[in-house]
């Protein structure tokens, strides 16, 4: 069966950086592309990016781009979200959701969700 | 720039049934950008509910339902229960790999 694990939850100071991993399995890794998630505290759902896990390319929110680096080890299938020069807008719970892809566009599998909390 | 929008909130009865809607701020036709949505509970990740505007997604009660409001995607929950409590996010593709969430609708079963 399909399971994204996250790593665990993270406490930062402002204007650091965090690196999220999303450990796949269940499935080949590079069929299937990821995006990342945040939800801030009490918050809606925001689309930060995607990558394709084939060919490593990415699409950033334009929100993030500069500040955004999203990676794949498929010797590993795991994704990785590095966000940088982090404020305490930065605060959410991050998560990786797998893109089901061509012609459906769709997340149907989703990480249990990563806490990071930026505080001085 | 464009939003998707959604209601706020809704509360229906239990056994009742409730449609929300997924729009564009700008009025373009939001059906043509493969509607998915997403229930989520307190404390947890999403749930995916349905993609491609009407598929469900596996193991989803068949109470839930996607189709088309005009040039809005709508879900529809018919005969709703306790557990279906939660908010509701609809998403959008817009294009090149980027997808837009809408604000989410807060459901209330009672």
């Known amino acids: 069966q399909v399971q994204l694990v996250q790593s665990g939850p993270e406490v930062k100071k402002p204007g650091a950086s965090v690196k999220v991993t999303c450990k796949a399995s269940g499935y080949t890794f590079n069929f299937h592309g990821f995006s990342w998630v945040r939800q801030a505290p009490g918050q809606g759902l925001e689309w930060m990016g995607y990558i394709n896990t084939y060919s490593g390319n990415t699409n950033y929110a334009q929100k993030f781009q500069g500040r955004v680096i999203m990676t794949t080890d498929t010797s590993t299938s795991t994704a990785y979200m590095e966000l940088r020069s982090l404020t305490s807008d930065d605060t959410a719970v991050y998560y990786c959701?797998?893109?089901?892809?061509?012609?459906?566009?769709?997340?149907?599998?989703w990480g249990q969700g990563s806490l990071v909390t930026v505080s001085s | 720039q464009t939003v998707v929008t959604q209601e706020p909130s809704f509360s229906v009865s239990p056994g009742g049934t409730v449609t929300l809607t997924c729009g564009l701020s700008?009025?373009?036709?939001?059906?043509?950008?493969?509607p998915s949505w997403y229930q989520q509970t307190p404390g947890q990740p999403p749930r995916t509910l349905i993609y491609?505007?009407?598929r469900r997604s596996s193991g989803i009660p068949d109470r839930f339902s996607g189709s088309i409001l005009g040039n809005k995607a709508a879900l529809t929950i018919t005969g709703a229960q306790a557990e279906d409590e939660g908010l509701y996010y609809c998403a959008l593709y817009m294009d090149s790999a980027s997808w837009m969430f809408g604000g989410g609708t807060k459901v209330t079963v009672l």
């Open positions: 959701a797998r893109d089901w892809g061509q012609p459906r566009y769709y997340f149907d599998y």
């Open positions: 491609s505007t009407n």
């Open positions: 700008s009025g373009s036709d939001s059906t043509s950008h493969y």
